[in-house]
Antibody
Framework: EVQLVQSGAEVKKPGESLRISCKVS????????INWVRQMPGKGLEWVGR????????KYSPSFQGHVSISVDKSISTVYLQWNTLKASDTATYYC?????????????WGQGTPVTVSS | QSVLTQPPSASGTPGQRVTISCSGS????????VCWYQQLPGTAPKLLMY???QRPSGVPDRFSGSKSGTSASLAISGLRSEDEADYYC???????????FGGGTKVTVL
């Protein structure tokens, strides 16, 4: 069974750093891109960016470029989303999702989500 | 402001048919497949439709998708209480080289 299991909820202060994770199992890890999607409280879905686990190539939405970074550790089939300087506006639930066919919006499956709260 | 445009809400009584629209442009819907996601309260989104009108296994045939030009639609026929959820359209965007979403439509079963 294909599974994406994310790390647990986080509570941080503005200015702090954070790395959340998405552990993949059930298929050959380097075959499919992994994406991150943000959902702010009571709002819709926003694509953050993606990584190709085979070569670590990343692509970010212009809205997130320069503020987050996506990385991968192939040895443990895990993808990360990292912030160096959190802002209150980063408060959201972040989902990782596998893209099934390159060049489509077909995400399947999704991780369970990691709630991130940034508050002083 | 989302790249793809959906109505914020739709509703119907049990058994009725509800249709959700999704409008985009030539760089996304007009040139690429559309997917739809269902997000039940407090849960992660789930793939409901792909390649415009294809249902993953396990999705009831009450759900159907279509696309024409730069617009797509999701129809739910025989509406049931368990269909009450948020629905999102998504497509690859050639200009962005990434995925764009609609703002979501909340379906209420009256």
């Amino acid at each position: 069974e294909v599974q994406l299991v994310q790390s647990g909820a986080e509570v941080k202060k503005p200015g702090e750093s954070l790395r959340i994770s998405c552990k993949v199992s059930g298929y050959r890890f380097t075959t499919y891109w992994i994406n991150w999607v943000r959902q702010m409280p009571g709002k819709g879905l926003e694509w953050v960016g993606r990584i190709d686990p085979s070569d670590s190539y990343t692509k970010y939405s212009p809205s997130f470029q320069g503020h987050v970074s996506i990385s991968v550790d192939k040895s443990i089939s895990t993808v990360y989303l990292q912030w160096n300087t959190l802002k209150a506006s980063d408060t959201a639930t972040y989902y990782c999702a596998r893209i099934v066919v390159t060049g489509t919006g077909r995400f399947d499956p999704w991780g369970q989500g990691t709630p991130v709260t940034v508050s002083s | 402001q989302s790249v793809l445009t959906q109505p914020p809400s739709a509703s119907g009584t049990p058994g009725q048919r509800v249709t959700i629209s999704c409008s985009g442009s030539s760089s996304n819907i007009g040139n690429n497949d559309v997917c739809w996601y269902q997000q039940l309260p407090g849960t992660a989104p789930k793939l409901l439709m792909y390649r415009d009108d294809q249902r993953p296994s396990g999705v009831p045939d009450r759900f159907s998708g279509s696309k024409s030009g730069t617009s797509a639609s999701l129809a739910i026929s025989g509406l049931r209480s368990e269909d009450e959820a948020d629905y999102y359209c998504a497509a690859w965007d050639d200009s962005l080289s990434g995925v764009v979403f609609g703002g979501g439509t909340k379906v209420t079963v009256l």
